[in-house]
Nanobody
Framework: VQLQASGGGLVPAGGSLRLSCAAS????????VGWFRQAPGKEREFVAA????????WYADSVKGRFTISRDYTKNTVSLQMNSLKPEDTAVYYC?????????????????WGQGTLVTVSS
């Protein structure tokens, strides 16, 4: 499975962005997918995840109510809709796939990683 993250950019505080993670490989539809982010000088942190079924999602407390993760099986993509962005959301965002159906908050549980897309939120 190869992952390609896109959709990052520069946005003012309060704005919105939609990130997309496109995948190759038919098995992707059954994989859990997570989004992680890494700000300069900080460790990578969990943002959101969705199970292979698409029915179960969960979020970091810092983004709950502002971000929404979803998947499109026909396009083999997983999206992260980010609203009410804050300067502290500035980071490189990575999508990752876990061949274990259930997914996880922990980056070491994920088998495949995209290259990252930069999100910059100006104050």
């Amino acid at each position: 499975v190869q992952l390609q993250a896109s959709g990052g950019g520069l946005v003012p505080a309060g704005g919105s962005l939609r990130l997309s993670c496109a995948a190759s490989g038919r098995a992707f539809g059954s994989y859990a997918v997570g989004w992680f982010r890494q700000a300069p000088g900080k460790e990578r942190e969990f943002v959101a995840a969705i199970r292979g079924s698409g029915f179960i999602t969960w979020y970091a407390d810092s983004v709950k109510g502002r971000f929404t993760i979803s998947r499109d099986y026909t396009k083999n993509t997983v999206s992260l809709q980010m609203n009410s962005l804050k300067p502290e959301d500035t980071a490189v965002y990575y999508c990752a796939a876990d061949s274990d159906y259930s997914g996880s908050d922990y980056s070491h549980d994920y088998d495949y990683w995209g290259q990252g897309t930069l999100v910059t939120v100006s104050s």
